[in-house]
């Protein structure tokens, strides 16, 4: 199977039915364990990314939340939110079928904090310099549950 060609296949049938052009295909044994377009636009949820999606579906189906045996096809270079995802689920191998900067003038999206050009910017700034308002509140107390954990799992 061309597990790329599925890939865009997912995706051209995504905006076919109003989705956005995003899918994801998780290749394992020569098998798809797990494929998902971007359901944003049909769910209004905005953490529904093809990766995240595929990632949840294939983790829940083996049983981990590691995917290191696995191949991760998707449609186009991740976001930072799933560029996060892909490296906590630790693939063999990631590739992607169209850069941001092919795509980009094609596509446009409408978040307040953001735009495709210079989205990755913003996550090499220090916390206060980024364009998203943030502001910390340290607590003990949060520390505290981190020792807990490490009293759990590590102690």
């Known amino acids: 199977m061309d597990f790329a060609q599925h890939t865009i296949d997912l995706a051209r ?22 494929e998902s377009p971007n359901l944003v636009a ?12 595929a990632i949840r579906a294939a983790c829940t189906e083996l049983g981990t939340e590691h995917l290191s045996d696995a191949t991760i ?8 939110m799933c560029l996060g995802s ?22 446009s999206d409408d978040r307040k904090y953001f ?24 607590r003990d107390d949060a520390v505290e549950v981190y020792r807990e954990w490490n009293e759990r799992n590590l102690g």
């Open 86 to 107: 892909l490296y906590y689920c630790s693939p063999r191998e990631v590739v992607f079928l169209a850069t941001r900067d092919s795509y980009a003038p094609y596509y």
């Open 13 to 34: 049938n995504n905006v076919m039915h109003g989705g956005r052009p995003f899918a994801t295909v998780i290749e394992l044994d020569g098998e798809i364990l797990a």
């Open 73 to 80: 096809y998707i449609l186009a270079q991740p976001c930072p």
């Open 115 to 138: 735009e495709l050009s210079t989205f990755y910017n913003e996550y090499t700034k220090p916390w206060q310099e980024r364009r998203l308002p943030m502001r910390a509140d340290l």
């Open 42 to 53: 049909q769910t209004h949820d905005p953490t529904a990314h093809a990766e995240i999606l």
